[in-house]
T-cell receptor, first 114, second 114 residues
């Protein structure tokens, strides 16, 4: 158990809908990262927050947004969902904001868009 | 363009048969290279971080090494419980654009047979 929690574990929704994925980092970690993992593209970095502020941005679509709250939990919002958004979404956390920190991953949320 | 390539894509070993996994990277500068282990349907689990060429780290049957162009994950006398997908990730040096990247390879699927 990494100490990172994600809810829900599974999510099934229809195209065009909006969903929110939630992540709680390990105790003491200030950075939260979001990743998308699909069979054909591997693990893709989406976005990083550090202590409530956006720190780094990867290949995140404009239909996706995220935020980190004062208690350090984070939410990833996915809107206008398409079939291609079906994937595993992982949250990870680390102590600091730099690229030299190892990341601890949660169990993931499996999103299925029908 | 920053890129990470892992080989082989899949590897089958007999228990006790040592081997190496390769991670080749092309980045403008490297802040850190990371190795993770991922079991099916679970989040990646951190193994090692390497920062500079010549660095080596060990953990049980695993040893990671780093050169200026690639990293190797050596598995000595593997056991069936070492079966997993091994992911390599790099964090390039921050560029003037101000954007960070975390780039994962597509992984090597390792199967160790008893």
């Amino acid at each position: 158990d990494s100490g990172v929690t994600q809810t829900p574990k599974h999510l099934i929704t229809a195209t065009g809908q909006r969903v929110t994925l939630r992540c709680s980092p390990r105790s003491g970690d200030l950075s939260v990262y979001w990743y998308q993992q699909s069979l054909d593209q591997g693990l893709q970095f989406l976005i990083q927050y550090y202590n409530g502020e956006e720190r780094a941005k990867g290949n995140i679509l404009e239909r996706f947004s995220a935020q980190q709250f004062p208690d350090l939990h984070s939410e990833l919002n996915l809107s206008s969902l398409e079939l291609g958004d079906s994937a595993l979404y992982f949250c990870a956390s680390s102590v600091a904001h730099g690229g030299r920190d190892e990341q601890y991953f949660g169990p993931g949320t499996r999103l299925t868009v029908t | 363009e920053d890129q990470v390539t892992q080989s082989p894509e899949a590897l089958r070993l007999q228990e006790g048969e040592s081997s190496s996994l390769n991670c080749s990277y092309t980045v403008s500068g490297l802040r850190g290279l990371f190795w993770y282990r991922q079991d099916p349907g679970k989040g990646p689990e951190f193994l090692f971080t390497l920062y500079s060429a010549g660095e080596e780290k060990e953990k049980e049957r695993l040893k990671a090494t780093l050169t200026k162009k690639e990293s190797f994950l050596h598995i000595t006398a593997p056991k069936p419980e070492d079966s997993a997908t091994y992911l390599c990730a790099v964090h390039p040096i921050l560029r003037t654009s101000g954007t960070y990247k975390y780039i994962f390879g597509t992984g090597t699927r390792l199967k160790v047979l008893a």
